[in-house]
């Protein structure tokens, strides 16, 4: 008679545990499920009346993005500042391994699966040309290096929550005839948006310095460690209207969209390709990483995690999934000064889908435009595209820009974008979705790692009468 009764308990508990994981998934469906009745039963929608549908999931994201940069500095700086330096240096060597290791697979993936299936061969490309196209292919691969690690030495760390250094060229009129592109004039511009690889370095810095200080650094170490737990408490408050914002997020692109039947006609093998590698590299070469690190499997935490990647897909990034992320994670007993380095490190350098996505899209425009390309260039574009993907988040219109110097290897025109551009937003969201599985199972993987140096850690700096709450093993969190 008990077990109907404890079977219910159960249940119950599950439900209220999992229901706005659960919403938010239902929120994804039911925003593409309203975008695609609307799309086929009305007439073509204005940008305003788009904009009007899209204004709660805009709402959303807003509040998202307010908490990336002081959840950013202070998480990273209180990391950082609560433990010594070899062993932040362990945890940083840990998490940049892997990151490297898994960018690396990515990219090998995708270029194995695109000179395999060809998917370029034969393709029928309406080409666009559109104004943010036209001003990302205006770039030189040298400058976006460049700014790549001026933005990480920032000159003013006010400035860089705002703006982000970069360099622009532009056509001397008066000089004729006309010149190549590196004989053009340039300039230094600030451009919208935070420079987050420049707040990521004065963190570590900022940080590393506070934990050397030791108890004259305590007082800045308890600020950001406060700082830190105010940002998670204010996103424990605005995940509960995710399953709204990601339900109108989704359906606001899909009425955006020009032609769903002549998109996937024009570009279905390709979005195949992709869908493939990104599928494949998510639950197949991470899955194995992962399994060799932990020696356990790790479908189980990506479950738990389902509402941080219905997010991801519905937000299309990683820095504004990042609040989420580490909540998520936190709950997992996961520990929080791994957390809250490798979270906000992963956000920013790490993008596996990216990294594979920008070697595919390259050699499938070689492709189609029926250019040969050889071995050597196969090893260049995926050197090209792991540095492009780990610089993203330091540069301005970071797809465009990066995927132009992906096909600058190849020797390609920056033009030729627009080809695969129709399909761009949809794919963003696939990969930006593995980028956050990718980070979440790599803080899981670096804790389990550090799980016995933390514990030392634990005892060294413990008073008397902790160390028998620590016991003869020392503290061991739980995953």
């Known amino acids: ?61 807003r509040m998202l993005k307010c908490l990336i940069v002081p959840l950013l500095v202070s998480s990273i700086t209180s990391a950082i500042g609560g433990l010594d330096l070899s062993m932040s240096s362990k945890i940083a060597t840990r998490a940049i391994t892997y990151y490297f290791v898994t960018t690396i697979s990515a990219v090998i993936l995708g270029i194995c699966l695109v000179t395999t299936l060809r998917p370029g061969q034969g393709a029928k490309i309406v080409e666009t040309q559109t104004e943010s196209i036209d001003k990302a292919s205006k770039v030189l691969t ?56 420049g707040l990521v370095m004065f963190s570590v810095i900022l940080g590393t310095t506070i934990g050397r200080m030791r108890e ?45 039947a002549a998109t996937i006609q024009s570009l279905g093998w390709y979005f195949i390709t992709v869908m493939i590698g990104l599928f494949l590299h998510g639950f197949g070469t991470i899955a194995v990483i992962f399994f060799l690190g932990t020696r356990r499997l790790p479908y189980r935490y990506i479950a738990k995690l389902s509402q941080v990647l219905a997010t991801a897909f519905g937000t299309g990034s990683s820095s504004a999934t990042m609040p989420l992320t580490i909540k998520c994670l936190d709950n997992m ?21 990216t990294a594979l996505y920008e070697a595919v899209a390259a050699l499938f425009i070689a492709q189609y435009r029926e250019m040969s390309y050889s071995f050597g260039t196969i090893v260049a ?28 290897t190849v020797g390609l025109e920056p033009k030729d974008v627009s080809l695969i551009i129709a399909v761009d937003w949809l794919l963003d969201r696939f990969r930006t979705t593995i980028n956050v599985m990718c980070d ?30 620590l016991g003869p093993n020392g503290h061991e969190m739980k995953e």
């Open 440 to 469: 979440a199972l790599g803080t899981i993987l670096v804790n389990h790692l550090s799980k016995n140096d933390l514990a030392s850690v634990d005892r060294l700096n413990a008073e008397p009468h902790e160390l028998l709450e």
């Open 216 to 260: 004259k650094g305590q007082l800045l170490q308890d600020f950001f460690t406060t700082l830190s737990e105010a940002m998670m408490t204010i996103t424990s408050w605005v995940i509960w209207i995710s399953p709204l914002g990601v339900a109108f997020l989704i359906a606001a692109k899909i009425i955006e969209m020009e032609s769903i």
């Open 333 to 353: 007993g996961i520990d929080p000064r791994v957390t809250r380095f490798v979270i906000p490190v992963g956000a920013t350098i790490n993008m596996d889908g």
């Open 1 to 61: 008679m008990t077990r109907p009764k404890q079977d219910g308990g159960k249940f119950k508990a599950f439900m209220q545990e999992n229901v706005l994981t659960m919403a938010t998934v239902i929120g994804v469906f039911v925003g593409g499920l309203i975008g695609f009745i609307i799309k086929n039963s009305t007439g073509e929608w204005s940008k305003r009346e788009i904009m009007y549908i899209s204004f709660p999931g805009e709402i959303f994201l």
């Open 142 to 197: 040298p400058d976006t290096l460049m700014d790549l690690v001026r933005n990480m030495f920032t000159d003013n760390i006010i400035q860089s929550t705002m703006f982000q250094h970069r360099t622009e060229i532009y056509e001397n009129t008066s000089i004729s005839p006309a010149q190549p592109m590196e004989n053009w004039e340039f300039k230094s511009a600030q451009r919208e948006g935070s420079n987050v690889l």
């Open 381 to 408: 574009v995926s050197i090209t595209a792991t540095a492009a993907s780990i610089g993203a988040a330091g540069i301005p219109q970071a797809g465009l820009v990066t995927m132009v110097m992906v096909l600058d």
